[in-house]
């Protein structure tokens, strides 16, 4: 299915029943990573799958903000009249999740997020320096995203009413004292750094992300 808010038209599928629970997806990704996770969540709820603007079939765009999205997400939200919603975000997924819910603290009564970071040059510097040569060959608007932002503050975090579960992986391509950063700061925070895990061998067409949030939503 198709909506088009804030401008931009984006894609978007519905599986399972009860309450809603909003998934979005990392940079370069598209709904799909959520394909073993998505049965499992849809026996306990209505999983809204989200391609964000610029990838999968949603609108490609000239410039891309984490803000934004952010306000996208708002807006889908909004549009369907969603309530008591449980969101979910995977990178930059979780930034939008994390700008979201700062700025309307009373829109979500859950977040999980995993691998999310505060500032740019919080992720591996072999990452960054990576996403700096394919940009400089080939000009990626969304590799340009990655590499200027996101700048989010502990005033930003502190404003985050949601209850909210941070994941890691300890192998996690963003710097742990990040992570950490973001669960000391939002003041309903739960964090868990997973062992052995990286920044998506737990997502990406996993189910055990499924078990991660059922288990949160369960003790919530």
Known sequence: MNITVNNVTLYYEVVGSGAPLVLVHGNEETHAIFDRAVPLLAEHFTCYLLDSRGHGQSQKVEEYHYADMAEDVYQFIQALGLEHVTYYGFSDGGIIGLLMASKHPKLLDRMIISGANTRPDAVSKWLTMLFK?????????????????????????????TPTLVLAG???????EDTRFIAESIPHATLRILPGEGHASYIVHKTRVAELILDYCRKQ
Do not use: C, G, T, Y
């Open 133 to 161: 040569a394919v940009n400089f060959i080939h000009k990626k608007p969304l590799f340009e995203l990655v590499l200027k932002e996101p700048h989010i503050s502990r005033e930003q975090l502190q404003a985050i009413e």
């Open 170 to 176: 300890s192998k996690d391509l963003v710097f742990e």
